[in-house]
Nanobody
């Protein structure tokens, strides 16, 4: 069973920083576009950032210049560095893996990020 194991969420004041981590198996990591999504209460889940195996990135406009996605191929881990956090960034953040050439994706269990004003 494929697992995406997330860590790094928590409570932070506005303007602060957090780093999320998501580790998975090498067999999945090396063939997947890895990403982060988030879901705030009462809202739909939205894409935050993705990074392909070739390190091409994509960000939602609201986090550009504040969040940075990266991946460590040696550790089979994807990171989301979140700076200048805002209360509107409060959400459950989900790690996501989309393997190339298959029709299914994988999700982590989610980690809560709360930004106080």
């Amino acid at each position: 069973q494929v697992q995406l194991v997330e860590s790094g969420g928590g409570l932070v004041q506005a303007g602060g920083s957090l780093r999320l981590s998501c580790a998975t198996s090498r067999s999945i990591f090396r063939i997947s576009t890895m990403g982060w999504y988030r879901q705030a209460p009462g809202k739909q889940r939205e894409l935050v950032a993705t990074m392909t195996g070739g390190h091409t990135t994509n960000y939602v406009d609201s986090v550009k210049g504040r969040f940075t996605i990266s991946r460590d191929n040696a550790k089979n881990t994807v990171y989301l560095q979140m700076n200048s956090l805002r209360p509107e960034d409060t959400a459950v953040y989900y790690c996501h893996a989309e393997p190339i050439g298959v029709s299914y994706v994988y999700w982590g269990q989610g980690t809560q990020v709360t930004v106080s004003s």
